[in-house]
């Protein structure tokens, strides 16, 4: 697959909109990782925690929202309903949001940070 300037300025557009949705929601530990030319499934993933089951279901609601009304995205979203980690794919850009806990368990920026990047 090959990216041309329009889908990297989309990618980079929608990263944007997600950075800042997750910060105005409060979402803690905010990390994005860069993931062109090391994976298929997306430009970008996002990792970032939210305090309560609560909050993480929120967070994941809003940003769908605002992607919706931004670019017309209906995000898939996974995880939800039980608030510990949810997943929206939203195509180019994939985001994890989990309860501290939970996070701490699976580390997922262990396994997609470059090799040697401090976590």
Known sequence: MTMNVTDAETSDQVLALVLSSLDDDKAEDIVSIDLR??????????????????????????????????????????????????????TDVIVHVFRPEVREFYQLEKMWMPTGAKV
């Open 37 to 90: 030319g090391r994976s298929s499934i997306a430009d970008h993933m996002v990792i970032c925690s939210g305090r309560s089951s609560r909050q993480v279901g929120a967070i994941a609601e809003k940003l769908t929202e605002r992607l919706k009304e931004a670019f017309g995205r209906t995000c898939k979203i996974e995880g939800k309903d039980q608030g510990d980690w949810v997943l929206i794919d939203a």
